[in-house]
């Protein structure tokens, strides 16, 4: 069974930091795309960072400078360190894996639990 289990999460105040991590776990035989997204409350799931097979990471513009992506391909880890956070920043924090998994090398799309980071002003 592959899955991902996300940390880091938490309450800050304006202007602090926070890093989640998040790690693939199983029968994983290559790892095509892995990111970060959020659901604030009454909106949207967002992209917030992503890395793509052969690509660098690409931000969505409203964190970009602030946050940084990251991954140690070893661990099948990914983090995300977030500075001068801001309370717009708060939401669910969701990692997600596009990866080959398996004896039959298949396609698999695969979310995380979620992790809460809360802001204050």
């Known amino acids: 069974q592959v899955q991902l289990v996300e940390s880091g999460g938490g309450l800050v105040q304006a202007g602090g930091s926070l890093r989640l991590s998040c790690t693939a776990s199983?029968?994983?035989?290559?790892?095509?795309?892995m990111g970060w997204y959020r659901q604030a409350p009454g909106k949207e799931r967002e992209l917030v960072a992503r890395?793509?097979?052969?690509?660098?990471?690409n931000y969505t513009d409203s964190v970009r400078s602030r946050f940084t992506i990251s991954r140690d391909n070893a661990k099948n880890t990914m983090y995300l360190q977030m500075n001068s956070l801001k309370p717009e920043d708060t939401g669910d924090y969701y990692c997600?894996?596009?990866?080959?998994?398996?004896?039959?090398?298949?396609?698999?799309?695969?979310w995380g639990q979620g992790t809460l980071v809360t802001v204050s002003s």
């Open positions: 997600n894996a596009i990866l080959i998994h398996g004896v039959h090398n298949r396609y698999l799309e695969i």
């Open positions: 199983g029968s994983i035989n290559s790892i095509k795309a």
């Open positions: 890395f793509t097979s052969g690509d660098g990471p």
